[in-house]
């Protein structure tokens, strides 16, 4: 069974950083793109980031470009989301998810505020 | 940046109704075009990819069609556990994006 449990959230101050951490199991994870998304209270989604399966390639959202960096550890199965100089309107659920899309953490919640 | 634009925000159905949501993309997308269904406090749940194909485990009343920039979600006779908010979005270009959504309530 394909497994995905982010880890990290928490409250941080508006210029504070954060490290979003999502722990897989269940698959090859060495072999997947993944991807964060995030979803701000009561809105809707938002894609956020992307890595390939070797963690060459990535791409952001412009919203958090230059702020935010994606990055994998395939030793260890695990996805992660730096943070930094995080804004109001970064307070959302962060969910990551392997690149087929089938495939949803629970999310775990950022929420930035003074 | 591709926008998605779903209609109607709100669709206010009963059980064992058809519901027909859109989504409309400000450029073509192909058939790039993926949509979820997302249940209160839960994460989305694929439903259908490739603006027709269902997913693993989706059941038969939802599909899928349309391509280029116009695309239909169709569910054919509602059941409870379908009342939720449906999004669509776009695999075609950088970066990926989703619609607005559009909320499926018991009318």
């Known amino acids: 069974e394909v497994q995905l449990v982010e880890s990290g959230g928490g409250l941080v101050q508006p210029g504070g950083s954060l490290r979003l951490s999502c722990a897989a199991s269940g698959f090859s994870f060495s072999s997947y793109s993944m991807n964060w998304v995030r979803q701000a209270p009561g809105k809707g989604l938002e894609w956020v980031s992307f890595i390939n399966h070797d963690g060459d390639t990535t791409y952001y959202a412009d919203s958090v470009r230059g702020r935010f960096t994606i990055s994998r550890d395939n030793a260890k199965n695990s996805l992660f989301l730096q943070m930094n100089s995080l804004r109001d309107e970064d307070t959302a659920v962060y969910y990551c998810?392997?690149?087929?899309?089938?495939?949803w953490g629970q999310g775990t919640l950022v929420t930035v505020s003074s | 940046e591709i926008v998605l634009t779903q209609s109607p925000a709100t669709l206010s159905l009963s059980p064992g109704e058809r519901a027909t949501l859109s989504c409309r993309a400000s450029?073509?997308?192909?058939?790039?075009l993926a949509w979820y269904q997302q249940r209160p406090g839960q994460p989305p749940r694929l439903l259908i990819y490739d603006a027709s194909k269902r997913a693993t485990g989706i059941p038969a009343r939802f599909s899928g069609s349309g391509s280029g920039t116009d695309f239909t979600l169709t569910i054919s006779s509602l059941e409870p556990e379908d009342f939720a908010v449906y999004y669509c979005?776009?695999?075609?270009?950088?970066?990926?994006?989703f619609g607005g959504g559009t909320k499926v309530e018991i009318k």
């Open positions: 450029q073509s997308v192909g058939s790039s």
């Open positions: 979005q776009q695999r075609s270009n950088w970066p990926l994006t």
């Open positions: 998810s392997r690149d087929t899309w089938s495939d």
